[in-house]
């Protein structure tokens, strides 16, 4: 007499959590590109009538989550240097992002492990120190840096 062994086997996949968070923000980068995001900008008066951004001052706001000073991003006459415009450019990108998942649920704790990831991945490591984000941070730049 012949029996079949009926053998189940189970197979599971484990998605690892940091692929996850990394897959979240990639479907938020992916929207936030079709989006355009504009300035909520503070202003100063440039000495000739004419009002500008006064970038010293935001900078000055952020300085506890920036690695680098706001003297070495911020020019005297409040322009950014190439490093302040790198600096703005990574931090709009990370709150656009961040600012999404956030949006969706995600808690901040979570938030920061996928745009610490991500910094390296996109040339903006060493510019913020994600770390030191708190929710009152996420706050002002969400401010800054509204839709």
Known sequence: MNKKNNVR?????KTPKMFTIVAIFATI????????SNMVMAQMDNGDGQQGTDWSGICNQIQSILVESCSQLVNTDGSFTADGQHAHDCIQNGILLGGGALAL????????????????QT????????DALDSGTVSLLTQIFHK
């Open 9 to 13: 086997v189970k197979t599971t996949t």
């Open 29 to 36: 980068a992916i929207l936030a590109t079709a989006s355009t």
């Open 105 to 120: 649920g995600l808690p901040l704790p979570m938030v920061i492990p996928g745009l610490k990831a991500l910094s390296g």
């Open 123 to 130: 040339g903006c490591d060493n510019i913020v120190n994600w």
